[in-house]
């Protein structure tokens, strides 16, 4: 029997059972719907975590009193030292250690005239700053080493606080009042755009002398630092790790008592996420499809015995084994592939809506696609094989009498 | 000779106990026959039947259909007799009830992989042998039941067979019903098809050129009608 007339034939059949066909895709659907979305989903968010991973430079160690990624007992934390400006010195001191930008944040309202933006970060910091986190300068300038000695106040401004503030007129060499402290506008940052929700932009970055005097300096140091040129990353750690045991006395043998953090912390923290979030989502579309195709199989065990008779009428008039075998296996991935189109259509539209929705840039992906479509077929392959090589085995006498 | 059956036998095993259905039979049908095979139930009629239709493979004993040898066959090879060399006629019509009268005429050229544009044509042709061309799009729950029997019949006729093998065509229809079901049949034999019926009716026999009669498995007579 031709192909087109196989799939026609199955066509009829299912379509003569249309709710009892709907019910058997069911499971199909829900499989290949999860898939879709949660891999649309995944998709989003190494999307999200890229942009985070660029945006912060890509080859910076960060030593902090807090890890990045903060797990399990955090209780600890709170009775850590402040980490200070002198530790920043002396990491600058190792060999293995390229440029070095010690950094203090608190929030603050920033003003201009009548306009005014709240609990913005305040970052009080280096030159080299602009360097290891990726800055660059939209217009004007950066701070300065002349800005850091003389304590100047000497503000760049982040494009969501340029944009409150300075809606007609020019931000440059224009004032501002930083928690109440007048600074001069010296330059502007160009856009880093969201993360997760949040804004990147919502920024003025000082001078970090100048940041202590008006804010204070009883605030634990971040150190943003690069390795050395030539140097590899786990030396330029160790180095710093060595030097940061010696100068806050930790005992040997005690875990230590601040982070370096480097983008390999970001990026395995985030292996471990997503498989988590993958091994639950094979989890989940094994089991549907398993259970679907259960429905599926037992769904052609009752269209076989249902058909008996026509199986027999067709073998009479001259149909093979393999022409009843192929109708049957026909139907049942006919069956399943619809049910995975559907599936894909809703995962699709679950996918379009996170992203319309929330922050996470969700995008439906070809593999995903691909891997949808692949695991209907071999579902209705694999359950649809049994069923429809009963009904070529049957007996056409047999099959002609029974009732 | 068409069909040459030597001392077919027929034996069903239920339980441990053996059972023979048809015992040594011997017949010889010419082409153009219009035999009819008769007996009461039990008599062996209905395996005699499928043996001829290549339903059924016998136990043993030779039979040679157009000068082959059939009686060891598989289920392909005798699928592809039953697709160029029988055409089946039931009591009950079976007919698919999702297909019109011309997808049900097409099945089998389908099945012998007919070409599709000689398709049409030929199901045409058949459908105004038994006058049917009207109903080509009618489904068989629309049709009357003498109608229901001609579309069966052009299905059987569609692959021009060597034999139309009806059992008991007449079986569900009404007497007047059944007369013009035995009229198509006498007009195909005598259109040069040949023709095996199976019946207990005596009326209907008798439209038969010959008539064998079976009873426990083997032949009671051979006789012209």
């Known amino acids: 029997m031709e192909f087109g007339e196989t799939l026609k034939s199955s066509f009829r059949t299912l379509w003569s059972h249309k709710l009892r066909s709907a019910l058997t895709m069911l499971g199909i659907v829900i499989g290949t719907g999860a898939l879709v979305a949660v891999m649309s989903l995944v998709a989003g968010l190494n999307a999200a975590v890229a942009a985070q991973f660029q945006s912060v430079g890509t080859d910076i160690v960060s030593v902090?009193?807090?890890?990045?990624?903060?797990?399990?007992?955090?209780?600890?934390?709170?009775?850590?030292?402040?980490?200070?400006?002198?530790?920043?010195?002396?990491?600058?001191?190792?060999?293995?250690?390229?440029?070095?930008?010690?950094?203090?944040?608190?929030?603050?309202?920033?003003?201009?005239?009548?306009?005014?933006?709240?609990?913005?970060?305040?970052?009080?910091?280096?030159?080299?700053?602009?360097?290891?986190?990726?800055f660059s300068v939209r217009e004007g300038r950066f701070i300065t080493e002349f800005d850091v000695e003389r304590r100047r106040s000497a503000a760049v401004l982040g494009t969501d606080v340029a944009r409150e503030l300075f809606e007609f007129t020019d931000p440059l060499e224009k004032k501002v009042r930083i928690g109440g402290h007048s600074f001069t506008v010296v330059g502007l940052l160009e856009e880093k755009g969201d993360i997760l929700g949040s804004s990147l932009d919502d920024l003025v970055i000082v001078p970090f002398s100048t940041f202590e005097k008006l804010f204070g300096h009883r605030r634990s140091v971040v150190i943003d630092c690069q390795p050395a040129p030539g140097m590899p990353m786990d030396r330029?750690?160790?180095?710093?790790?060595?030097?940061?045991?010696?100068?806050?006395?930790?005992?040997?043998?005690?875990?230590?008592?601040?982070?370096?953090?480097?983008?390999?912390?970001?990026?395995?923290?985030?292996?471990q996420i997503t498989g988590a979030l993958y091994m639950a989502m094979l989890g989940i579309v094994a089991l549907s499809l398993l259970v679907g195709g259960i429905g599926v199989m037992n769904v052609m065990l009752v269209s076989v015995a249902e058909r008996t008779r026509e199986i027999g009428v067709r073998k009479a008039i001259g149909a093979r084994r393999f022409d009843i075998t192929s109708q049957f296996l026909v139907e049942s991935i006919f069956l399943t592939c619809l049910g995975g189109i559907i599936g894909i259509l809703g995962g699709s539209g679950i996918g379009l809506l996170v992203r319309r929705l929330t922050p996470l840039p969700a995008a439906v992906t070809p593999v995903?696609?691909?891997?949808?479509?692949?695991?209907?077929?071999?579902?209705?392959?694999?359950?649809?094989?049994?069923?429809?090589?009963?009904?070529?085995?049957?007996?056409p006498i047999e099959a002609l009498r029974y009732e | 000779m068409l069909i040459k059956l030597h001392e077919i036998s027929k034996i069903y095993t239920v339980g441990a106990e053996e059972v023979p259905a048809v015992?040594?039979?011997?017949?010889?049908?010419?082409?153009?026959?219009?035999?009819?095979?008769?007996?009461?139930?039990?008599?062996?009629?209905?395996t005699l039947m499928n043996i001829i239709g290549c339903l059924d493979t016998p136990s043993s004993g030779s039979y040679v259909l157009k000068e082959r040898e059939v009686s060891r066959l598989d289920d392909d090879e005798l699928a592809e007799i039953r697709s160029s060399?029988?055409?089946?006629?039931?009591?009950?019509?079976?007919?698919?009830?999702?297909?019109?009268?011309?997808?049900?005429?097409?099945?089998?050229?389908?099945?012998?992989?007919?070409?599709?544009?000689?398709?049409?044509?030929?199901?045409?042709?058949?459908?105004?042998?038994?006058?049917?061309?009207?109903?080509?799009?009618?489904?068989?729950?629309?049709?009357?039941?003498?109608?229901?029997?001609?579309?069966?019949?052009a299905r059987a006729l569609i692959n021009g067979p060597s034999i139309i093998l009806a059992d008991e065509p007449t079986g569900n229809l009404d007497s007047n019903t059944g007369e013009e079901i035995m009229q198509v049949f006498g007009k195909l034999n005598r259109a040069g098809n040949t023709i095996i019926l199976v019946t207990h009716e005596q009326y209907i026999a008798e439209h038969a050129k010959r008539i064998v009669k079976l009873r426990d498995g083997m032949v009671a007579s051979d006789s012209a009608s």
Do not use: C
Request: no cysteine; glycine share 8%.
């Open chain 1, 236 to 271: 330029t750690v160790e180095d710093i790790r060595q030097i940061m045991r010696i100068r806050r006395k930790v005992p040997r043998g005690e875990p230590d008592d601040f982070a370096v953090n480097t983008q390999d912390d970001l990026a395995s923290f985030y292996r």
């Open chain 1, 368 to 395: 995903a696609v691909a891997l949808a479509v692949a695991f209907a077929l071999v579902t209705g392959l694999l359950f649809g094989v049994y069923p429809a090589s009963r009904a070529g085995r049957l007996n």
């Open chain 2, 23 to 46: 015992r040594s039979i011997s017949l010889s049908v010419p082409e153009r026959e219009y035999l009819a095979i008769m007996g009461p139930s039990g008599s062996g009629k209905s």
């Open chain 2, 85 to 153: 060399e029988i055409g089946f006629v039931f009591q009950t019509f079976n007919l698919l009830p999702r297909m019109t009268t011309f997808q049900n005429v097409e099945l089998p050229l389908i099945y012998g992989h007919a070409p599709r544009a000689e398709r049409a044509d030929r199901v045409w042709q058949v459908l105004d042998a038994v006058g049917l061309r009207e109903r080509a799009n009618h489904r068989p729950n629309e049709l009357s039941g003498g109608q229901r029997q001609r579309v069966a019949i």
């Open chain 1, 64 to 134: 902090s009193k807090y890890p990045w990624v903060q797990m399990g007992d955090t209780e600890e934390y709170r009775n850590r030292a402040d980490i200070t400006e002198e530790d920043a010195e002396a990491v600058e001191l190792l060999d293995s250690v390229g440029l070095v930008a010690p950094n203090i944040h608190t929030r603050r309202n920033v003003t201009h005239e009548g306009s005014n933006v709240r609990g913005t970060l305040i970052t009080g910091t280096t030159p080299e700053y602009e360097t290891i986190d990726n």
